[in-house]
């Protein structure tokens, strides 16, 4: 039944909702690739509540632009961008860190899948891809991302991502309660906005 109402509601609706809960505003996606744009808003609200606080955004954002570059045109790039030890064991503050992260993506897609998918689905199969995370985060120590992938495609758009989701929060003072409290809030509006459209 829910699932019916959701469908039935505003595409715009359903969207706000999902980013209300997610803490993100809009215009934070803009220029970000659609199937980025669950990844990076889930990012926004894992940087603000995780603890002990992220040590691998860089590293996971690099994932995250290879994923998308390898979907788009099969291209990587780099001198240590493809190439990474899977011999050596996660370090284990970078290994909690990536599976805090991950819950939050499974929640949001969950979240997501609800509101008839208001966002793109990402692909998940690079969202997963913690050996690399972890070899990206050991590189990081002697090189910065730009000097790691020598691509000016990379550069881009890991630039447009680091700035999403770094960029202060304009409506923290508005929101009020945790994500439960938010998500409550916004399905109420959801709910309300579908009962408008039915009378």
Request: hydrophobic fraction near 35%; include cysteine; charged fraction near 25%.
């Amino acid at each position: 039944m829910l699932f019916a109402t959701t469908s039935q509601a505003d595409p715009a609706v359903r969207l706000q909702v999902c980013l209300e809960t997610l803490g993100v505003e809009e215009e934070t996606l803009e220029g970000v690739p659609a199937h980025l744009r669950l990844p990076v808003a889930v990012t926004c609200y894992w940087l603000r509540r995780a603890s002990p606080e992220p040590t691998l955004l860089k590293a996971l954002l690099m994932v995250m632009v290879q994923g998308e570059l390898i979907r788009q045109n099969g291209k990587a790039g780099g001198r240590h961008y493809t190439k990474h030890n899977s011999e050596k064991l996660p370090d284990g503050v970078v290994a909690h860190s990536f599976n805090q992260w991950q819950a939050c993506l499974k929640d949001a897609s969950q979240l997501n899948l609800l509101l008839c998918k208001p966002l793109p689905e990402p692909h998940y199969a690079w969202l997963y891809q913690g050996r690399l995370v972890h070899h990206r985060q050991k590189l990081l120590q002697e090189w910065k991302p730009e000097e790691i992938v020598q691509d000016d495609q990379f550069r881009r758009l890991y630039r447009r991502l680091l700035g999403a989701v770094t960029q202060p929060d304009p409506a923290a003072n508005r929101r009020t309660g945790g994500p439960e409290a938010q998500l409550s809030a916004s399905m109420e509006h959801l709910h309300l906005n579908t009962q408008d459209d039915e009378e």
